[in-house]
């Protein structure tokens, strides 16, 4: 799961605020007022935007805006805890499904290495067309796949953010939530605006998404709400898992060319080779989380 502060980095576009926030909300209430007069016929409604009273329209247009204006707020509220849910962070009732759903991955995801295990053992300069095209489209999707059981996920999306949130663990021994927020002091603002990019479109995603499900409420009124609403929710969920994957390989590379500035920033030696900067990230990695390492390393002197 990311933690708090990477979950928030697409919020401080500010500048795209109004539009990310506000215009899914307006699509919302427009399509509950077009489900309203399929409903109640357009004589109706007609009937109560024409009444005498001078006012009211004023009020109505006052009104309307305010509902849509708390609703998008609340929607932009809840949007990280939907974000969890989609990835597979569910109540511990669903654990059985959880269970379930993840040993279906985890045979998928034997299936896959197998696959590529016997592609590779041909010889990839004898592959024909086919086989590579099979190669390629099973390694990105181990790729996106956490390689042990334990971190596995119930859904795809969960995958693609857990197998990202894992790789610089994995690679360099650093904890992607302890020594992140770190890091990101240290970044340069052209990296901190890709990143916060690449956030807010999965933000966005997810809020969209949110905004099909509530669609469904509209299905009381009128039976085209509901198509609508899977259309929607299925749309933004395949593009969720683009804007995931973006933001994975964005954090991925941050990490694989930054993290020299952490151990810089922190004094810490600079680790020679792979396996020994897997030894030193877990220990400044352990250092930031609990205020402590190895007693025989010495900070680097400062220049």
């Known amino acids: 799961m990311l933690p708090k502060f990477l979950e928030s980095l697409g919020n401080n576009l500010a500048h795209q605020w109004l539009a990310q926030v506000f215009s899914p909300a307006f699509i919302f209430w427009f399509g509950g007022i077009l489900a309203w007069i399929s409903r ?10 024409s009444q005498e009273n001078t006012t009211q329209p004023l009020f109505y247009l006052l009104s309307g805006l305010l509902i849509i204006g708390i609703s998008a707020i609340i929607v932009q509220r809840i949007e990280l805890y939907v974000l969890r849910f989609l990835e597979g962070y569910w109540f511990r009732w669903m654990n059985p499904v959880r269970h379930w ?3 279906i991955k985890w045979k998928q995801a034997k299936k896959v290495r197998c696959q590529l295990k ?13 086989e590579l095209d099979e190669y390629v489209r099973l390694d990105c999707q181990r790729r996106q796949t956490p390689y042990k059981k334990e971190y596995l996920m119930p859904t795809r999306l969960g995958n693609i953010l857990r197998t990202a949130e894992r790789r610089s663990f994995e690679r360099y021994g650093l904890e992607l939530s302890v020594c992140f927020p770190r890091l990101w002091l240290l970044l340069s603002n052209d990296i901190k605006a890709e990143l916060a990019e690449a956030r807010a479109q999965l933000n966005v995603m997810v809020r969209i998404w949110i905004w099909g499900f509530l669609f469904l409420g509209w299905s009381v009124w009128a039976w085209w709400a509901i198509p609508t609403a899977i259309i929607v929710m299925c749309s933004a969920y395949f593009w969720m898992l683009d804007a995931a994957l973006i933001y994975g390989d964005l954090l991925e590379s941050t990490f694989d060319l930054n993290r020299t500035l952490l151990y810089k920033s922190l004094r810490f030696p600079l680790p020679k080779d792979p396996t020994e900067e897997q030894q030193r990230g877990r220990a400044l990695t352990e250092y930031l989380w609990r205020g402590f390492t ?5 900070f680097e002197e400062l220049e």
């Open 118 to 130: 016997r592609l590779s053992q041909k010889g990839l300069e004898v592959l024909t067309t086919n």
């Open 294 to 298: 190895d007693p025989e390393l010495t």
């Open 40 to 49: 109640f016929e357009w004589e109706n409604f007609e009937s109560f935007l």
């Open 101 to 103: 759903f993840i040993n």
